[in-house]
């Protein structure tokens, strides 16, 4: 008599478990692609398609802004958890993660995306390239902008100065200084 109450009661828990951990289906989680339109420190607007959806930040939201956060954090010590407005603006297409209940949407994640339309590229070969180009432009020398008119390439200017002086001209050796390091 005593283990068949043992095995309903166990069975009651265990089904009143599930159904607690399943939770209503407006509780699950959804995801939001779109280009944010206002930012507060508690509050993300972010126009989706044609409809505009608000989203509360609070302290269990988290943002994935990578090597920002860190930075960011090690500049305030004080504060340990960084705001949202912080790493977006107007203007920056994001990915929320959220869940909906009669509050709202309540913003579980936050990250940066490439575009505010959908999640998959339609050319990695050319994504790839472009951050390649990107990566040459700023550490290469000819690449660089010129710091006078940064919209003209060092190579460029080198290249009128040649043709103005009727000679070859060309870059044997430089240094390179930045503020901060030895």
């Known amino acids: 008599m005593n283990i068949n109450r043992l095995v309903s009661l166990a069975a009651t828990v265990a089904f009143l478990g599930c159904m607690a951990a399943a939770g209503p289906v407006s509780a699950q989680t959804k995801e939001a692609r779109g280009t944010v339109t206002a930012v507060t420190t508690t509050t993300m607007t972010v126009k989706v398609g044609t409809q505009d959806m608000t989203f509360l930040v609070d302290s269990n939201t988290r943002l994935e802004v990578r090597r920002a956060a860190k930075e960011v ?3 305030q010590p004080g504060n340990p958890k960084p705001r949202v407005n912080d790493f977006f603006e ?3 297409p994001v990915l929320v993660r959220y869940k909906s209940d009669n509050a709202g949407n ?3 994640d936050i990250e940066r995306v490439g575009s505010p339309g959908s999640a998959d590229p339609t050319n990695p070969t050319k ?3 472009g951050k390649v180009n990107a990566f040459f432009a700023d550490n290469t020398l000819l690449e660089q902008g010129w ?3 940064p919209n003209k390439k060092v ?3 080198i290249k009128e100065a040649s043709a103005k002086v009727g000679e070859n001209i060309q870059v ?3 240094v390179r200084y930045q503020m901060g390091e030895e």
């Open 127 to 129: 994504i790839a390239e």
């Open 73 to 75: 954090q090690s500049q």
């Open 90 to 92: 107007v203007g920056n």
């Open 147 to 149: 710091i006078r008119e």
């Open 106 to 108: 309540h913003a579980l």
């Open 172 to 174: 044997r050796r430089f």
């Open 155 to 157: 190579g460029d200017l």
